[in-house]
């Protein structure tokens, strides 16, 4: 079945009211009417990851996710965020998009979905996603810091990272607070540092990898070489990789007696 036949059929039984998907320029487009449902399509065009749309929306919907993006409604659920059964997902298979995380995708074929939109893809050679990082952490701590202070002074604080992350659902943002005035709003070097460093560490064992933060940012900078060293070190730490399992806690929400502690004095 097309992803335009599944769309009118959930509208016409009444199981869902609204339908999230991609229009013919990848556009996201929301649906009510099953009419209107020829024009969801999913091509090599459809970067968005939907999913940012689930925690804004309060009625049952159904929704058309990459696989990569499916990890991102995974963590959702798991953070009570939605429901499971106030969601249909219509899964589609993904050769990748062009983009630079397609190159390490682990995942063309969707899990955790109710429907599947076309043939089983097949495994192919991909690079490591960690490999960058290896390199990275060659440098010392000192080129480190020195790398992130000299990218993130090039931030205009517009927030298109944080509105365009599905996990990134707080109701008010800390560095929207004005009093007490957690973060400053100046778009300084130190303001803007501290505001990266923070939003790294609250998605940390959190971010799914998606991109979107980084394929979004007007002045292209690597947000997801922070997010993707936090990752490696949550599943080094902690064997654990977000977005796999809708029944695992995620570390930082949960307690074992073998987690690393080392840290504490």
Same mark, same amino acid.
């Given at each position: 079945?097309?992803?335009?036949?599944?769309?009118?059929?959930?509208?016409?039984?009444?199981?869902?009211?609204?339908?999230?998907?991609?229009?013919?320029?990848?556009?996201?487009?929301?649906?009510?009417?099953?009419?209107?449902?020829?024009?969801?399509?999913?091509?090599?065009?459809?970067?968005?990851?939907?999913?940012?749309?689930?925690?804004?929306?309060?009625?049952?919907?159904?929704?058309?996710?990459?696989?990569?993006?499916?990890?991102?409604?995974?963590?959702?659920?798991?953070?009570?965020?939605?429901?499971?059964? &106030?969601?249909?997902?219509?899964?589609?298979?993904?050769?990748?998009?062009?983009?630079?995380?397609?190159?390490?995708?682990?995942?063309?074929?969707?899990?955790?979905?109710?429907?599947?939109?076309? @043939?089983?893809?097949?495994?192919?050679?991909?690079?490591?996603?960690?490999?960058?990082?290896?390199?990275?952490?060659?440098?010392?701590?000192?080129?480190?810091?020195?790398?992130?202070?000299?990218?993130?002074?090039?931030?205009?604080?517009?927030?298109?990272?944080?509105?365009?992350?599905?996990?990134?659902?707080?109701?008010?943002?800390?560095? &929207?607070?004005?009093?007490?005035?957690?973060?400053?709003?100046?778009?300084?070097?130190?303001?803007?540092?501290?505001?990266?460093?923070?939003?790294?560490?609250?998605?940390?064992?959190?971010?799914?990898?998606?991109?979107?933060?980084?394929?979004?940012?007007?002045?292209?900078?690597?947000?997801?070489?922070?997010?993707?060293?936090?990752?490696?070190?949550?599943? @080094?730490?902690? &064997?654990?990789?977000?977005?796999?399992?809708?029944?695992?806690?995620?570390?930082?929400?949960?307690?074992?007696?073998? &987690?690393?502690?080392?840290?504490?004095?």
């Amino acid at each position: 079945m097309e992803i335009s036949e599944i769309a009118s059929e959930l509208l016409e039984k009444g199981e869902v009211s609204l339908i999230i998907g991609y229009d013919k320029k990848g556009y996201p487009c929301f649906i009510k009417d099953k009419e209107e449902t020829k024009r969801l399509v999913f091509n090599e065009g459809c970067f968005n990851n939907l999913s940012v749309y689930l925690t804004r929306i309060k009625e049952k919907c159904a929704i058309v996710a990459k696989p990569c993006d499916v990890k991102s409604i995974i963590g959702l659920i798991q953070e009570n965020q939605i429901k499971r059964e &106030d969601v249909v997902i219509i899964g589609v298979t993904c050769p990748g998009l062009n983009l630079k995380k397609c190159l390490s995708c682990d995942c063309q074929n969707p899990s955790f979905c109710d429907y599947t939109i076309g @043939e089983k893809i097949g495994e192919k050679e991909k690079m490591d996603k960690f490999a960058e990082i290896i390199e990275f952490e060659k440098k010392n701590p000192r080129e480190r810091w020195n790398y992130f202070k000299n990218e993130f002074s090039r931030c205009i604080r517009c927030y298109a990272c944080r509105q365009v992350c599905p996990l990134c659902y707080c109701e008010t943002c800390i560095v &929207d607070v004005s009093i007490p005035q957690w973060i400053s709003k100046a778009n300084s070097s130190s303001s803007n540092f501290i505001f990266h460093i923070t939003r790294a560490l609250h998605l940390a064992g959190r971010c799914v990898g998606c991109g979107e933060c980084e394929r979004v940012c007007p002045m292209n900078i690597p947000l997801s070489l922070l997010n993707l060293k936090i990752e490696k070190d949550v599943f @080094e730490l902690f &064997d654990y990789t977000p977005g796999k399992d809708v029944d695992l806690k995620p570390p930082f929400q949960t307690f074992k007696k073998g &987690d690393y502690n080392e840290f504490i004095g």
